[in-house]
């Protein structure tokens, strides 16, 4: 099994993020404008702590994955949480550890961070993903809803 290296998301990035990124996008049936790529890579860049982060998954020195994510407040304990926004390999890479290399990573971070819960949402038929995602958390009965009008 080819060595998986999880680090953060450097500004020579780009071109790399901007394809891993869009394939997600894709994965999900879904575009967002140009403005959107360059306001989200100076986000993920920022040194704000409210602000999103990104680790990269490499094999062989390649960009193969990455997982956005944010710490934010919870009214329900006084520590933060984290929450897993995007998380994606590349399909050249699927089947070799690198989402579940890349959950782990962001989870070790938040708790270094003194964070001790990182959650995210995946779409129900999303099964490949979910396969994984009931082996390393807890499912929990809660449903997303969106407003947005």
């Given at each position: 099994m080819p060595t998986i290296t999880i680090r953060p998301l450097t500004a020579a990035d780009e071109p790399?993020?901007?394809r891993l990124w869009t394939?997600?996008?894709a994965f999900y049936q879904t575009t967002v404008p140009e403005q959107v790529?360059?306001?989200s890579f100076?986000?993920?860049l920022s040194p704000n702590a409210n602000e999103y982060?990104?680790?990269i998954a490499e094999m062989g020195g390649k960009p193969v994955g990455l997982a956005h994510f944010l710490y934010h407040r919870f009214m329900w304990t006084v520590a933060d949480?984290?929450?897993l926004m995007d998380l994606f390999t590349d399909p050249s890479a699927r089947g070799k550890g690198v989402a579940r290399a890349l959950i782990d990573a962001v989870h070790a971070a938040a708790k270094r961070d003194g964070i001790p819960t990182?959650?995210?949402n995946t779409q129900d038929t999303n099964i490949t993903a979910r396969k994984l995602y009931d082996q390393v958390a807890t499912l929990t009965p809660f449903l997303t809803y969106e407003k947005t009008d």
């Open positions: 790399e993020w901007r394939a997600y996008l790529y360059r306001t100076a986000r993920l982060k990104c680790l949480t984290c929450y990182t959650y995210w």
